[in-house]
């Protein structure tokens, strides 16, 4: 962890301001909403450093930290604020801030120079010899409280589609799981459901995303912060993913305090 700050250092007072009043909101979208606030209101220097206080926290499993962490997450995921997230990486780095660096890891940038896939724009039928919907078409219809017509847009190929599908609430948690563990993926789909506050609070949206090969690691990497041991050991292992997010599990359970003794014989899930 890193070490003591002077009280009247504004890093550590933001740290501490975050930890403190995150936990204490019960909507998962105002908790985002306040953390992307306050970081953009300190800029990139300051929230940085505050950031990799925080990182470390989380990282010891220390609960308001982590809770912290979660609100970050839908953030890091949105196109629209890959900007300031870029900024984190570059005060992380010119800062040697580790543990706001381990938060942000991802691919070599020679590894990452791949085209993006291509957005599906054509219409598409949702049934067999049916008229292909436009995209406008789908979009409204996955804002519908039917249920058959869930069912057939959950492989959608278009975000716009997802991300409306997203906040439908007749959707279920099995529906997003589809959705996140579906290969192969489209990094674009894969954003939708890591900006969703609502389903990232979910513990096997998480695991579906992360275990997904078709995830970005700039995308999946954060999510390990949310991960219990048991689940980052299943990612440390699995042969499927990218070796990036392997590494950077092994990190996560290396950095993990020794668990304490259960006193009913008990395996710890922390």
């Known amino acids: 962890m890193p070490g003591p700050t002077a009280p009247d250092d504004p890093s550590a007072a933001l740290a501490a301001r975050l930890c ?32 990799d206080e925080i990182a470390s926290r989380a990282e010891q499993t220390e609960a308001p930290a982590r809770e912290v962490l979660a609100a970050l997450l839908p953030l890091l ?19 040697s801030l580790l543990a706001l660096g381990r938060l942000l890891r991802r691919k070599a940038r020679h590894a990452e120079s791949q085209a993006p896939s291509p957005i599906e724009h054509r219409g598409i039928a949702l049934e067999p010899g049916g008229r292909p919907l436009s995209l406008g078409e789908r979009r409204a219809l996955a804002r519908k409280p039917s249920r058959g017509i869930l069912d057939k847009l959950l492989a959608d190929p278009h975000p716009r589609v997802i991300e409306n599908l997203l906040a439908n609430p007749r959707l279920t948690e099995d529906d997003v799981v589809r959705i996140a563990a579906k290969r192969p993926q489209k990094p674009e789909i894969a954003s939708e459901v890591a900006r969703s506050a609502r389903w990232m609070a979910r513990a096997r949206v998480r695991m579906a995303l992360v275990l997904n090969p078709g995830t970005p690691p700039e995308l999946s990497v954060p999510v390990l912060s949310q991960l219990l041991r048991h689940e980052l050991a299943d990612v440390a292992a699995s042969t499927q993913v990218p070796a990036v997010l392997r590494s950077a599990a092994l990190d996560l359970l290396a950095r993990r305090p020794p668990l304490p003794p259960d006193p009913n014989g008990g395996a710890s899930m922390q």
């Open 20 to 51: 403190k009043v995150v936990p204490a909101l019960a909507d998962l979208a105002m908790r985002t909403a306040l953390v992307l606030r306050t970081l953009e209101d300190a800029g990139p220097p300051t929230a940085a450093r505050a950031l």
């Open 77 to 95: 995921g949105d196109p629209l604020h890959a900007g300031f997230v870029g900024a984190l990486r570059v005060v992380a780095k010119d800062a």
